[in-house]
């Protein structure tokens, strides 16, 4: 690109980077600060002392965390979860874009099929018939309830869709000549080569499965089987519904402890840290994905 | 032409496995989205949950009569769509120009660090960026300080009407201008530098350029994510607000889906807490239908 040169050049292309370099020190900072909240001593976080680096260096938030039963029951059940999300989502979704992926030619049930997706991806009976049915099936205070009713993400399905009719025709030809069944040709010539799509649709329903709290808070009616983002969206109620609800004397102390404070920061950050594990890949094929995959059918 | 009717028969022949294929996830998408959608009908009932829905008495429109009387509705219909607009607009002059910005960055190493941190927050739940926020607003939190360093006096940044939705906005603004930006900065990079080049011979300078020629090569996206957008106005964002508000800001911060899962779970009041959310969703659709419309008209693209 040619550029005009000369000091105003210069100036702006500074004030560029200036600019860009800002932006994400925005997004860098109040990260930083709850990492720094939660290695600090609990007394500089009651002075509000910790900025953006820890005051009185200390591991002691996390040593507690180790001893911590609720903690660690919901990250299990949380990492259940993703996995029993995870596979059940790819089962379904490479089950059903596959057929989806032919034309109405070469499947016939096709636009009913397609039809009833797009609506249900419209429209919903919404919290409380969902609810209903939840509950009506004995899901409630299981893990499945977590699971279950997210198992079709339809955006995902029309993504693998689009992709696997990007799939040469003359692949599958040569594999029906050859004898495979359709199952056979999804499994042998299609999924080979959709690496990335999978992958992509496997890292939102990582993601998704993670951290979503909603359905803990509405399908478990026990803390116990809350899951991490639940149990941790639990720690933070605030004092003034503690006492509107009435709280009692005890759980007020709780509350003003301020000791807990770096805890529930450091609870915050190991929360987080199966996510930044796998941010490169997020990276690699989520922000691709998103500029691939995204519209037309 | 043997050859391709052989491999048409075993193509026909294949219908009964797709179906097979089907089944499974077609059993979930009927009792997780269409047996809720029966449940509507609680909607226009008086749901007792002991004689369930086929026992329970019908009302008709009675709770969308007392829904519209209720002072609540209007406002909270106002603070959904004021905060939800917000957003979208907000969110997409951010969101294309801190493309624009980070299209000019040469220093390979220096994009790639920033590009890294703007897009983490998107990865983040409400539930662990709640926290954050409220760290970093509270009362005696960083940005209070600074705000003190000013001489001005302390701001109770969550718990206030009138910084309420500025806030709400903002902070989703800045979960979110980095990932959004990433479609924009793809429609930039696919802009012919061939323009450019025309243009800055001919003295046009950065800002002629931007306007003439970038912005312009982008106008389609921005269209399709505008439209997209309007999908999303009733729906301001349940997970961000449950995390952030408290009774203080109900005024200014309630908004429908929040109102739906207070009034349902909390209150126990399942028909009208089901009626407004059926309300919510047939303007939801409608919205949606039209966005794929001007998508549709506008860029050749659809959004489903």
């Given at each position: 690109m040619v550029q005009k040169k000369g000091i105003f050049s210069n100036i702006g292309k500074g004030a560029i980077y200036l600019i860009v370099f800002l932006l994400g020190l925005i997004c860098l900072l109040p990260l930083l600060n709850i990492v720094a909240v939660s290695f600090s001593g609990s007394a500089a976080v009651a002075a509000n002392k910790v900025g953006f680096l820890p005051v009185d260096f200390t591991t002691a938030a996390y040593e507690k965390i180790l001893g911590d039963d609720q903690f660690w029951r919901s990250f299990g059940i949380s990492v259940i979860r993703v996995i029993l999300g995870l596979v059940l989502n790819l089962v379904l979704i490479v089950l059903m874009a596959y057929p989806l992926s032919k034309s109405k030619r070469e499947f016939k049930g096709r636009s009913i099929y397609m039809n009833m997706l797009i609506f249900a991806m419209l429209f919903n009976g919404g919290m409380i018939p969902t609810y209903i049915v939840v509950k009506n099936l004995g899901l409630l205070n299981t893990v499945w309830a977590l699971v279950l009713p997210g198992a079709v993400p339809i955006f995902s399905v029309i993504m693998v869709m689009n992709f696997f009719m990007g799939v040469p025709k003359a692949l599958e030809e040569a594999a029906v000549i050859d004898g495979a069944t359709p199952f056979q040709v999804l499994t042998r010539v299609y999924l080979p080569c959709s690496k990335p799509v999978i992958a992509t649709v496997a890292l939102f329903s990582i993601v998704g499965n993670w951290n979503d709290f909603f359905s803990g808070l509405i399908y478990m009616t026990k803390v116990n089987n809350y899951p991490l983002q639940t149990y941790i969206q639990s720690l933070s109620v605030k004092l003034e519904d503690m006492l509107n609800a009435g709280g009692s004397l005890s759980s007020l102390v709780n509350i003003m402890d301020v000791s807990s404070q770096n805890l529930n920061a450091a609870k915050i950050v190991v929360s987080v840290i199966p996510l930044l594990m796998i941010y490169p890949l997020l990276q690699k094929y989520l922000i691709t994905g998103i500029v691939v995959g995204s519209v037309k059918e | 032409?043997?050859?391709?009717?052989?491999?048409?028969?075993?193509?026909?022949?294949?219908?009964?496995?797709?179906?097979?294929?089907?089944?499974?996830?077609?059993?979930?998408?009927?009792?997780?989205?269409?047996?809720?959608?029966?449940?509507?009908?609680?909607?226009?009932?008086?749901?007792?949950?002991?004689?369930?829905?086929?026992?329970?008495?019908?009302?008709?429109?009675?709770?969308?009569?007392?829904?519209?009387?209720?002072?609540?509705?209007?406002?909270?219909?106002?603070?959904?769509?004021?905060?939800?607009?917000?957003?979208?607009?907000?969110?997409?002059?951010?969101?294309?120009?801190?493309?624009?910005?980070?299209?000019?960055?040469?220093?390979?190493?220096?994009?790639?660090?920033?590009?890294?941190?703007?897009?983490?927050?998107?990865?983040?739940?409400?539930?662990?960026?709640?926290?954050?926020?409220?760290?970093?607003?509270?009362?005696?939190?960083?940005?209070?300080?600074?705000v003190q360093m000013l001489g001005l006096d302390k701001i109770n940044f969550l718990g206030s009407n009138t910084w309420f939705r500025p806030m709400i906005i903002v902070t989703d603004v800045w979960k979110e201008f980095g990932y959004n930006s990433i479609v924009y900065l793809a429609a930039i990079t696919s802009i012919d530098p061939g323009l450019h080049e025309a243009a800055a011979m001919d003295g046009a300078n950065w800002w002629k350029r931007i306007w003439h020629i970038t912005l312009p090569g982008m106008l389609p996206i921005i269209l399709l994510m505008g439209a997209m957008n309007l999908t999303s106005i009733l729906s301001a964002g349940f997970d961000q607000i449950y995390n952030l508000y408290s009774p203080m800001v109900y005024q200014t911060g309630d908004v429908l889906d929040t109102y739906v899962y207070r009034m349902g779970m909390i209150s126990r009041q399942y028909s009208f807490s089901t009626a407004v959310g059926l309300l919510r969703s047939v303007v939801g659709m409608a919205l949606m239908l039209i966005a794929n419309g001007l998508a549709k008209k506008l860029t050749d693209r659809k959004i489903f």
């Open positions: - | 032409m043997k050859k391709k009717t052989f491999i048409q028969k075993r193509i026909m022949r294949s219908q009964s496995m797709y179906h097979m294929m089907m089944l499974p996830g077609m059993i979930f998408v009927l009792i997780f989205s269409y047996v809720p959608m029966v449940g509507i009908v609680m909607a226009f009932q008086d749901y007792v949950p002991a004689k369930g829905i086929l026992g329970s008495e019908f009302v008709g429109l009675q709770h969308f009569k007392y829904m519209f009387s209720l002072p609540d509705i209007w406002q909270i219909l106002t603070n959904t769509v004021v905060i939800a607009v917000g957003k979208i607009i907000l969110g997409t002059v951010m969101a294309i120009a801190f493309a624009i910005l980070l299209n000019e960055i040469r220093v390979k190493f220096f994009k790639k660090a920033v590009q890294t941190i703007v897009y983490l927050p998107h990865f983040l739940s409400w539930v662990v960026l709640a926290a954050v926020v409220i760290n970093m607003v509270n009362l005696d939190g960083p940005v209070n300080q600074i």
